[in-house]
């Protein structure tokens, strides 16, 4: 069964920033892309950043809304993939999880991320 592990949330003013990171137990993320999904009060969950497989054509893939703030990136050794949010925005609060993707299995608690002044 696989099982995501997500942490670094917290509260933060609009422009702050918030490093996320997300393990796995049981999956080796180097194999297989990894999504970075927000789901805001009351609306469906949504792929924020996207890091590719290795060896894929393409390394990491943003949704409009993110590009340019958000950096995705995997560390090989702590076997972890890891969402680096600047310049937040109060539409940026929520819930953050890590999932394959597609995903795959159990969904983790996600860790909570709140932008305000």
Known sequence: QVQFVESGGGLVQP???????CAS???NFLWDTVSWYHQAPARERDVVA???RQ????LVMYADSVKGRFTISRD????????EMNNL???????????M???????GQGTQVTVSS
Request: glycine content about 12%; overall charge neutral; some cysteine.
């Open 15 to 21: 422009g702050g920033s918030l490093r996320l990171s």
């Open 76 to 83: 090989h050794v702590k076997n972890t993939v890891n969402l």
């Open 50 to 52: 996207t890091i590719f």
């Open 25 to 27: 137990s049981s999956f």
């Open 55 to 58: 060896g894929a054509p393409s």
């Open 89 to 99: 925005k109060p539409e940026d609060s929520g819930a953050y999880y890590c999932n």
């Open 101 to 107: 993707n597609p995903p795959l299995g159990d969904w």
